[in-house]
């Protein structure tokens, strides 16, 4: 069982910068794939970018690539996500997920546990 935390959310200028944090329970945490998930009010949950516990190796949505970076420190059970140049249309729940299951790492039902999410807020 893992269980997630997210924090770091808030209300920030277009242009401006914010770094999210996820920190998970249990011991096998360098085990699991990290991604984060975004949800906008009336929109379905998508992928914004994931970060695999061997190696390292990263992946971005096309929509934040070059201005989002996903991070984790295995000694510190936490996931990073630090996004610059935030725009209005990254308004949104940003959702930590962990998983290990084979699976397409883009996709929400590939992920076995999930954070309660945290609101960013991104104004003109």
């Known amino acids: 069982q893992v269980q997630l935390l997210e924090s770091g959310g808030g209300l920030v200028q277009a242009g401006g910068s914010l770094r999210l944090s996820c920190a998970a329970s249990g011991r096998t945490f360098s085990a699991y794939r990290m991604a984060w998930f975004r949800q906008a009010p009336g929109k379905e949950r998508e992928f914004v970018a994931v970060i695999f516990g061997t190696g390292g190796r990263t992946y971005y949505a096309d929509s934040v690539k070059g201005r989002f970076t996903i991070s984790r420190d295995n000694a510190k059970n936490t996931v990073y996500l630090q996004m610059n140049s935030l725009e209005r249309e990254d308004t949104a729940g940003y959702y930590c997920?962990?998983?290990?299951?084979?699976?397409?790492?883009?996709?929400?039902?590939?992920?076995?546990?999930w954070g309660q999410g945290t609101q960013v807020t991104v104004s003109s």
């Open positions: 997920a962990a998983g290990r299951s084979v699976g397409l790492p883009i996709k929400a039902d590939s992920y076995d546990y």
